[in-house]
């Protein structure tokens, strides 16, 4: 019986000191929501200003991260008011109907040193596709002690980048515009840079 009962115990002792996934505090005004469409053949860039990403990441474990993203469509700017408006409204976005585009992580996985993939369920305009997020860990910062009260209790810090590209047409964006089907490219490429901290 007391065969039995060590290597259970030891089991239960290792698994209560593994650590457990850990959330970060993200930073907006150190992170951005970028993308980029061409039109004609230009490459036109515009940025989402409102944004929330929910972060957990396990280093030791990558599949136990996870990262919800919820971004306001109204809140698009690409410089030209006109346009924005024009973006905003039911030719695009529809943004009164379909306020928010979200995407939430079903696995995360990793494939090399530092590199990440999540595979998660995007939203736009009331439609979901699935789709697979390459995320890049740009490095983590311990900060000295002593620094720690200037930075507001923050003890270490981390950055992310994820890339992809959807085509705006799987989510019923621009599809019943004339202007959008001819001038607009179908392929968006969407960047997310993140700076998060604990405390």
Partial sequence: MMRKIIPVAVAALTLAAAPAPESWNVDNSHSAVTFEVKHFFTPVKGTFTDFQVDLVYDAENPANSSVEARIAVASVDTDNQRRDEHLRSGDFFEADAHPYMTFRSTSVREVAPGELV??????????????????????????????????????????????????????????????????????VKISIAVEANQK
């Fill in 118 to 187: 999540a595979r998660g369920d995007l939203t736009i305009k009331g439609v979901t596709q699935e789709v697979e997020l390459p995320i890049t860990l740009l490095g983590v910062q311990e900060i000295p002690a002593e620094m720690q009260g200037m930075l507001g209790g923050v003890t270490r810090v981390a950055s992310f980048q994820a890339e992809t590209t959807v085509d705006r047409r799987d989510f019923g964006v621009g599809v019943g515009n004339w202007a959008a089907t001819m001038v607009v490219g179908g392929d």
